[in-house]
């Protein structure tokens, strides 16, 4: 892979419902399926069958629960961060797919730069004190910037003294 090749792809703006929930910091779907997996159970008087179809059932309203929580606060911290989430078709079909996105600003990448740069400046680790600062550490465009440091999207919760992405998360499924 070339190196304009690998910087293409860690700008990408196209995520998919894992990436989202490594970005937010909580469990995958397929990690929290496996940790609450003995709570689906099956009922010892009733048939394997009976069984199977009330897992599956139990297994699929829990999707539902999990992902829109972190849909929703997907959605809230990228508001955050003047960004929003657009759902993508997967495949032919014309529908959007709950498990593919486009990450897109609600303004410009510039705005939304700029918010990230905020974040980071409220942790304290790095600060970067202006935009022009944050876009020449790379250097970057504000596009890059912001897809490059995503990651610290999140952290806007401890910033500003909200808890974690993963309490809000778990929250909301209540």
């Given amino acids: 892979m070339t190196t304009q090749e690998k910087k293409r792809k860690m700008t990408t703006n196209r995520v998919d419902f894992d990436q989202i929930c490594r970005i937010l910091k909580v469990d995958t779907w397929e990690q929290r399926d496996d940790r609450i997996f003995e709570s689906y159970g099956w009922d010892a008087d009733a048939s394997e069958e009976e069984n199977l179809a009330t897992e599956e059932e139990s ?85 890059e910037a912001v897809l490059q440091h995503i990651g610290w999207i999140p952290d806007w919760y401890r910033v500003y003294g909200n808890g974690t992405a993963s309490y809000h998360v778990e929250r909301k499924m209540k």
Avoid at 89 to 115: C, E, N, Q, T
């Fill in 59 to 143: 297994r699929d309203e829990a999707f539902r629960a999990y992902h829109d929580a972190v849909m929703s606060v997907t959605e809230e911290a990228f508001a955050e961060h003047g960004l929003m989430l657009e759902g993508v078709p997967f495949g032919r079909s014309p529908v959007a797919h709950p498990w593919y996105f486009r990450i897109l600003p609600k303004h410009d990448w510039k705005d939304a730069a700029s918010h990230i740069r905020e974040t980071i400046d409220g942790f304290g680790l790095f600060v970067f004190g202006s935009l022009r600062n944050f876009l020449a550490s790379g250097p970057y465009t504000p596009r």
